[in-house]
């Protein structure tokens, strides 16, 4: 959009935060460092990989040789149910030192006992299994927990000490900052509007079509007008949805299917196994009023030009606010004529 094609700012209405537009830049020479990029074909099954079906795990732990899902207690998780102060305070009532106490529970969800098959290469009904596992362990964890955090890093440049495809759950009773902060922005907006921020946001987006990679009955993905990573992506809920245990089986099935597209996209980009870190953010069950709300999911992926060269957030960015290059439109063309046959079955001559 020409209209764009010079340096601006634009606000996140989520955070308030903004980020540093300046599209002049991603013509200049990179020099910088470069990742290498993962090119060869996993097996189905590893015998050493601690998530494979029937393999023993690092606490000893055997896996039972599960069929479809598979979610346990994360062996290593950065909360659990027991903390060694139950009170909340300050250190010697100094509140330049403040702390509370923590406790949830880390589970870690198995998408397939494929070890070669990430999100993109699962079938609908595969994906869908793996939505309702979400869902089923949402519901669980939130009848204790106010705070129910749903993600995934996928591949090495994102931190994933394991390759076979797997996702996260943490639940605690805190509320985190960013739904913290998200809360408030959204609060504010439906006191002054009395509609859903996302609602209307969505709607706009849908209209306009410029910034949306894929639709469908219910659920929408794009491109946000605000977007930070270089090919960062917003799934919303486009029907009254606040909490992930409010995703019918029906809703289920269209996001199975709303996510292998948007993924199988992201792949054929740069014919890779595109990385990203991906998670969830549903309405705190603890909220006397949760209107202001609606489910939606962020993909923030690090690949910038190549499936080799990395966007890194330094300098600028960790000082003073985000900026990025490659403008969220530009962002948005590329993603949109990506292919949605895969790559790999391509490449196989398969539809």
């Known amino acids: 959009m020409s209209?764009?094609?010079?340096?601006?700012?634009?606000?996140?209405p989520l955070t308030g935060d903004w980020v540093l537009v300046s599209p002049h830049r991603n013509n200049r020479p990179w020099l910088g460092a470069t990742e290498q990029a993962s090119t060869e074909s996993l097996p189905s099954y590893v015998e050493d990989c601690p998530l494979c079906p029937g393999n023993n795990r690092?606490?000893?732990?055997?896996?039972?040789?599960?069929?479809?899902?598979?979610?346990?207690?994360?062996?290593?998780?950065?909360?659990?149910?027991?903390?060694?102060?139950?009170?909340?305070?300050?250190?010697?009532?100094?509140?330049?030192?403040?702390?509370?106490?923590?406790?949830?529970?880390?589970?870690?969800?198995?998408?397939?006992?494929?070890?070669?098959?990430?999100?993109?290469?699962?079938?609908?009904?595969?994906?869908?299994?793996?939505?309702?596992?979400?869902?089923?362990?949402?519901?669980?964890?939130?009848?204790?927990?106010a705070n129910v955090h749903i993600f995934e890093n996928k591949g090495e440049i994102m931190g994933c000490s394991q390759p076979h495809p797997h996702g996260q759950i943490w639940a605690h009773q805190h509320t985190s900052s960013e739904i913290s902060k998200k809360g408030s922005h959204q609060a504010a907006y439906y006191g002054r509007?009395?509609?859903?921020?996302?609602?209307?946001?969505?709607?706009?987006?849908?209209?306009?079509?410029?910034?949306v990679i894929c639709s469908n009955e219910h659920w929408a993905a794009v491109v946000p007008f605000w977007a930070a990573w270089p090919f960062e992506t917003l799934v919303v809920a486009r029907q009254d949805i606040r909490q992930f245990g409010q995703v019918s089986d029906e809703h289920a099935v269209t996001l199975a299917r709303l996510l292998k597209e948007l993924t199988t996209?992201?792949?054929?980009?740069?014919?890779?196994?595109?990385?990203?870190?991906?998670?969830?953010?549903?309405?705190?069950t603890n909220l006397a009023d949760d209107s202001h709300w609606r489910l939606h999911a962020h993909f923030y992926p690090p690949l910038l030009r190549s499936a080799t060269v990395k966007k890194h957030m330094v300098g600028y960015e960790m000082l003073a606010e985000s900026q990025r290059d490659l403008s969220a439109e530009t962002a948005a063309a590329i993603l949109q004529k990506a292919s949605t046959t895969h790559y790999k079955q391509a490449a196989q001559g398969k539809d």
């Open 3 to 12: 209209e764009f094609e010079y340096t601006h700012r634009r606000k996140n």
């Open 58 to 145: 690092a606490n000893d732990a055997k896996n039972p040789d599960y069929q479809d899902t598979f979610v346990f207690v994360n062996d290593f998780g950065a909360l659990n149910s027991q903390t060694t102060k139950e009170s909340n305070g300050s250190a010697a009532d100094d509140e330049l030192f403040t702390f509370e106490a923590a406790r949830g529970e880390c589970r870690v969800v198995c998408f397939s006992p494929d070890h070669s098959k990430t999100m993109p290469q699962l079938s609908v009904a595969e994906l869908t299994k793996v939505v309702t596992t979400w869902r089923e362990n949402y519901l669980e964890l939130a009848s204790t927990y």
């Open 193 to 211: 509007h009395q509609t859903p921020l996302l609602a209307n946001y969505i709607d706009k987006e849908l209209a306009d079509g410029t910034r």
């Open 265 to 284: 996209r992201y792949d054929n980009v740069f014919n890779c196994s595109f990385p990203y870190s991906m998670g969830w953010h549903s309405a705190p």
